[in-house]
């Protein structure tokens, strides 16, 4: 079970990729996509406004996995994540057992085929 701020960090982070879901989900209405998308960095940061550039397949490719996360290099929170890769500059973090269950349960994504 995580503790309070660990929790914290998992629930602002899936805020963020919240954000960045809606973004993915509204420009695939259009009718000709931008090759570049600005998402939000999806760090556990509460004031964080960073803005991350990538295209839509490197970010799909992230969000394919529930416990990762795209974030601002520098970003990174070693308590409870690690990093697994990086794309277009910017980490690719994967949530650490502890909180890994709680971003799982806040994915809408996850079951969903």
Do not use: W
Request: net charge negative; glycine share 6%; aromatic share 4%.
């Amino acid at each position: 079970m995580p503790d309070e701020r660990t929790e914290r960090i998992a629930l602002n982070e899936s805020r963020f990729r919240d954000i960045n879901d809606r973004l993915v989900e509204d420009l695939a209405k259009l009718a000709q996509q931008p090759d570049v998308i600005p998402f939000v960095c999806e760090c556990g940061r509460a004031t964080c406004a960073a803005v991350l550039e990538l295209t839509a397949s490197e970010y799909e490719s992230i969000r394919a996995n529930s416990r990762r996360f795209i974030v601002l290099a520098g970003h990174e929170l070693p308590e409870v994540e690690r990093v697994v890769g990086e794309v277009s500059g910017h980490s690719v973090v994967e949530k650490l057992a502890a909180s890994g269950s709680l971003v799982d349960a806040t994915d809408p994504r996850r079951g969903r085929h």
